[in-house]
């Protein structure tokens, strides 16, 4: 192997532009220029190309025949490890510098400018947001239970968690509520069976330092609920701002999920309509795969509001027509110029009007036919008013149907006379 031509890049700038170029399949302009001048020399040979698609765009942009094949990808390995050999001066500590520089370069530069990587706050927001709620529900359950103990008739008094909190935060022993005034944490009846409770309990005495322990706790909940709201606004407009259409048709908490669980928007939306529809029941798929049961009908895709409001029977139907027009939403997000959410309403309304008619379908089916309206005449009561008979009740014998011979003699005139009728008009 020979060294025909070598040109080096003037910073780090020019080759990390070149690069980029490369990897997105383009033609930079210094490599251009350097084919036209030294290749077309040669043009009746063949390019040795490392990368099949730039050897692809070289032959339509400069008509040069390029190969790619096994044996080039290994003489390309045996030029980059004899690199030193070709090109005089320059030295192996200095080489691997500037890989590791351009390394740098280009993974700052697709990290800052790469579109995909936008929905990564969506994709940590949604993840905080779950382990939030996890751990409010543990410190939650903690508080009652250790409250409990002191004053146990209150947690089946007040059931909203929060509630409970503040107004545990607000009086402490439970001797302080018959003084206390908690009207701007609860309601008035909700206010007196507290107090009157406070009186008569069955807990136990605890210490002031058992109080305040528990009251510190009350705070974090407090706290904890606090930034948790804060994280759901942020999440909401977050959502709103990257895939609007996606959020009108499913909410921004499932279409977070969906995009948190396939990784990016841009992967989500390579998914076709039936991966959308299970993403997150892939267990029960392939459970169901290897058992031959019956598959799962929806994923995360099942606590979308348009699926909570449809009967068990029409749950499948819809959530497969929902996870249709959602890939199509989240195409529209993703590779779509456009930010307004005007096609994913149309869509919910499709769907919406879809619901609608597979509940009316099922109200029609009472009559028994599928397709007619229910008749209504069916159940109303056609009762006649029927008048009674009375020549049953007779014991005297039926006057006898024969007739007279006279009456038969009268008949037979009469035919005679209208017969002669007819034939006199005919002549």
Not at 20 to 44: C, F, M, P, R
Not at 158 to 182: P, Q
Not at 246 to 267: C, D, F, Q, Y
Not at 342 to 350: D, P, V, W
Request: with cysteine.
């Amino acid at each position: 192997v020979k060294l025909k031509h070598f040109e080096k890049f003037q910073d780090t700038t020019e080759a990390l532009a070149a690069s980029t170029a490369l990897v997105e399949g383009k033609l930079s302009k210094n490599l251009k220029k350097i084919l036209k001048k030294i290749v077309a020399k040669d043009a009746h040979e063949q390019l040795a190309v490392a990368d099949a698609k730039l050897g692809g765009v070289i032959k339509d942009k400069l008509n040069l025949s390029c190969i790619h094949s096994p044996m080039v990808t290994e003489l390309m390995r045996g030029i980059r490890s004899q690199i030193e050999g070709l090109i005089t001066g320059l030295p192996s500590r200095e080489m691997a510098a500037m890989c590791l520089g351009l390394a740098h370069s280009l993974s700052r530069y697709k990290l800052k400018f790469s579109p995909d990587k936008v929905d990564t706050m969506i994709i940590q927001a949604i993840s905080l947001l779950d382990d939030l709620d996890k751990e409010l529900n543990n410190y939650i359950m903690r508080c009652r239970e250790w409250y409990g103990w002191h004053f146990p008739e209150l947690g089946k008094i007040i059931t909203d968690n929060l509630a409970y909190c503040k107004c545990v935060r607000k009086v402490g022993d439970r001797s302080n509520f018959a003084s206390s005034d908690v009207s701007d944490i609860l309601p008035e009846e909700i206010e007196e069976d507290v107090k009157a409770a406070a009186e008569i309990s069955m807990g136990t005495e605890v210490s002031e330092e058992d109080i305040n322990n528990i009251i510190h706790l009350c705070d974090q909940v407090i706290e904890i609920s606090e930034y948790r709201t804060q994280l759901y606004d942020y999440l909401k407009n977050r959502m709103m701002a990257i895939a609007p259409n996606l959020t009108v048709m499913v909410g921004e908490l499932v279409g977070a999920r969906l995009i948190a669980h396939a990784g990016s928007l841009l992967n989500l939306a390579k998914h076709p309509a039936s991966t959308v529809q299970l993403l997150g029941a892939e267990k029960a798929l392939f459970r169901a795969l290897k058992t031959k049961r019956d598959t799962p009908k929806f994923g995360l895709i099942y606590h979308a509001s348009l699926v909570g409001q449809t009967n068990t029977k029409n749950k499948g139907k819809i959530s497969r027509m929902l996870a249709a027009k959602t890939a199509l939403t989240i195409r529209y997000d993703a590779l779509g110029e456009n930010t307004s959410a005007e096609m994913g309403a149309e869509n919910r309304l499709k769907v919406e009007t879809r619901l609608r008619l597979l509940e009316e379908r099922g109200i029609r089916r009472i009559s028994g036919t599928g397709k007619a309206l229910a008749r209504t005449d069916k159940y109303q009561n056609k009762s006649e008013v029927k008048i009674f008979d009375p020549s049953g009740d007779s014991t005297l014998p039926a006057v006898s149907k024969k007739r007279k011979i006279q009456e038969v003699e009268e008949q037979d005139t009469e035919v005679a006379v209208k017969a002669k009728k007819f034939k006199a008009e005919m002549k």
